[in-house]
């Protein structure tokens, strides 16, 4: 394609197309003076380049518009509504990102003396502490480096453990209301995966429980609240029904939002639960931005954690990368260096700017919005569970049977009302499922304005308009990708100047 001299700017540039940087620009032109280069000499044995390489010649504020209006060609948190289930897309609080960018923080080098890092120590030995406080578990690894990875880490603590007692299980349960990582994580771990059944009621079936329970089982691996946006009311017979089986209880504590500060999951006997600090504690996920997964522990769990840990000694705060004499049970380094520090600051300034009872409002909050979803569009769209929820709702596509409308139109046509879609086709329980999450951080406003779009959707879809459905969205710059195989085309890579491009 020609080069065009100039692009398109203000207003009029956001509803066109935006070409590459490489489109754009002039040869030669730079955002910077840089230096003539000093002659290489026979430093790089005759490799270095003569000719251009092929980088795009814009000035800086060429540069900036680009990317603003790329920017803006985008739907995050910070410019809407975003429901997506199982994301827990709150606000991210600027305060957090403000800390995290303090140079004394953010400039540490994690192979500096321990003796000339000691506060990043106690911030994340006093991160570690407050998330003992609110789980009511006696021990916590802060170095997993997102949900996924806890879980992983999880069953190798616990696979540790069931070793060291010489008892070599091959099986790791798994309810179908579980999210998708939890089966992964168990295959990755090395155990077989079997699927506990859902009652009728969206729960775990005790009776089917029951039955798959014995002395070849590792774990339950439960979700709670669980992907249908249930408390497992049935958790205090679970636990103890696994812990008869002498297997462990391990919980996903990624949806810790929905009951942070109202129950302490130790108290509920689980024996091992991470938590996705880049869910409940601020920082959501979507951003592609970095995640955190801590994993807490009961007491029987604690001796086989990984190394290394933050403790507090006669001289301050030290990294124990070692065990001492005696030792030899706790498994190694699952992560570089400590985890995401990043992700510590954060969490532990959202922790300690909302206190205790903020913290517990967070929760209330967050399952009064979606049951505030939920009453305004029960009538509307189709719960397929009865009773109320806990932080996020479930929405099956009965209500669209008949219509030629699918669940994905549906989500598609969202888009034009100004909303990102909430989560599809999850949880696999239901028929073309819709799983909204609002949070606490979203306005009675915007849920209202939200359950108007729903509902006037909803009515399109009865009274027979199924092509303005197929066709959504139409109002973004760029409308729904054919997902079918037949529609797969070459991709065009980029390749420097002089060079065709080549698939
Ligand atoms: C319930 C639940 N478990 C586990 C995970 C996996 O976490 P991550 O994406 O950080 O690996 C998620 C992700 O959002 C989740 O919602």
Excluded at 82 to 95: A, D, E, I, V, Y
Excluded at 305 to 323: C, I, K, M, S, T
């Amino acid at each position: 394609m020609a080069a065009p001299e100039t692009t398109f700017t203000g207003n009029r540039g956001l509803q066109l197309e935006e070409p590459l940087i490489f489109d754009q620009g002039r040869p030669g032109r730079s955002g910077v003076d840089l230096p003539a280069a000093a002659p290489a000499g026979d430093r790089l044995g005759g490799l270095e380049r003569q000719g251009a390489i092929g980088l795009p010649g814009l000035s800086e504020p060429q540069t900036v518009r680009h990317y603003l209006r790329l920017g803006q060609k985008n739907y995050g948190i910070d410019s809407g509504f975003f429901p997506l289930g199982s994301c827990t897309m709150k606000h991210n609080p600027r305060q957090g990102e403000k800390l995290a960018r303090l140079s004394g923080l953010a400039s540490l080098h994690p192979l500096q003396p321990q003796s000339t890092a000691q506060g990043a120590l106690e911030l994340i030995d006093s991160c570690a502490h407050w998330l003992k406080v609110l789980t009511g578990m006696p021990a916590i690894v802060m170095s997993p480096a997102a949900g996924a990875h806890g879980e992983l880490v999880g069953l190798m603590t616990i696979r540790s453990a069931l070793e060291a007692r010489g008892d070599a299980r091959r099986r790791v349960l798994v309810p179908e209301s579980a999210h998708g990582t939890n089966p992964a994580s168990a295959h990755a771990c090395g155990y077989a995966v079997e699927s506990v059944a859902a009652n009728g009621r969206g729960r775990i079936d005790m009776d089917v429980l029951k039955e798959k329970l014995d002395s070849d089982v590792a774990a339950i691996m439960l979700t709670n609240p669980n992907t249908c946006g249930l408390f497992e009311t049935d958790i205090i017979d679970i636990a103890a029904a696994v812990h008869d089986a002498g297997a462990f209880f391990y919980c996903d504590g990624a949806n810790f939002n929905a009951i942070v500060g109202r129950v302490r999951p130790g108290d509920l006997g689980i024996d091992c639960m991470h938590l996705n600090l880049h869910k409940t504690f601020s920082t959501p996920h979507g951003g592609g931005g970095p995640g955190s997964g801590p994993v807490a522990l009961a007491e029987s769990l604690a001796p086989f954690a990984p190394l290394p840990y933050v403790a507090r000694g006669a001289d301050g705060f030290l990294l124990v990368e070692h065990e001492g004499q005696g030792g030899g049970k706790r498994l190694g380094r699952v992560k570089g260096f400590h985890g995401q520090f990043g992700m510590f600051v954060r969490a532990l300034a959202y922790m300690m700017s909302m206190g205790s009872d903020g913290l517990r409002q967070v929760a209330e909050d967050a399952v009064l919005n979606a049951n505030y979803l939920l009453a305004g569009l029960k009538d509307s769209l189709s719960p397929p569970f009865e009773g109320p929820c806990m932080h996020e709702v479930l929405f099956d596509d009965r209500f669209l049977a008949g219509t030629g409308v699918t669940t994905l139109d549906f989500a598609k046509a969202m888009i034009d009302e100004g909303f990102h879609p909430m989560t599809i086709y999850f949880p696999l329980v239901v028929h073309g499922a819709m799983l909204m999450e609002p949070t606490e951080t979203e306005s009675k406003e915007t849920l209202d304005q939200f359950i108007d779009a729903l509902k006037g959707l909803a009515e399109r879809a009865r009274k027979g308009d199924a092509d303005y459905f197929r066709g959504a969205p139409r109002l973004t710059p760029r409308r729904r990708l054919d997902e079918t195989l037949a529609a797969r085309q070459p991709v065009l890579r980029w390749r420097p100047a002089g060079d065709k491009a080549v698939e």
